[in-house]
């Protein structure tokens, strides 16, 4: 069975940092691209960040470029988003997506879907 568990949100003071993982299992992890897209609340999707499936490229958003780092440890199946100067408008449900490209925010552009992690931005 394909699975993506998002984990690491929660809530974080203005300027703050946190750290989001997503475990990847049923698939060849190390063979697809990654990607961030998040949800705001009342808002659509919003792609965030993308990474290569050997980790060479990583693009972001305007809107995190400089704030937000993405990486990947393919042996251990795991993606991750490292949040810095966090902002109120970043706080949003984060989820990870395999197989898509850049840009695509749609989950049926996506191999696999998690199930999101929500992070909560407030004094």
């Known amino acids: 069975e394909v699975q993506l568990v998002e984990s690491g949100g929660g809530s974080v003071q203005p300027g703050g940092s946190l750290r989001l993982s997503c475990a990847a299992s049923?698939?060849?992890?190390?063979?697809?691209?990654m990607s961030w897209v998040r949800q705001a609340p009342g808002k659509g999707l919003e792609w965030v960040s993308f990474m290569s499936s050997g980790g060479g490229r990583r693009i972001y958003a305007d809107s995190v470029k400089g704030r937000f780092t993405i990486s990947r440890d393919n042996a251990k199946n795991t993606l991750y988003l490292q949040m810095n100067s966090l902002k109120p408008e970043d706080t949003a449900v984060y989820f990870c997506a395999a197989d898509g490209l850049v840009g695509a925010f749609d989950p049926r552009e996506y191999h696999s879907w998690g199930q999101g992690t929500q992070v909560t931005v407030s004094s």
């Open positions: 049923g698939f060849s992890f190390s063979s697809y691209t």
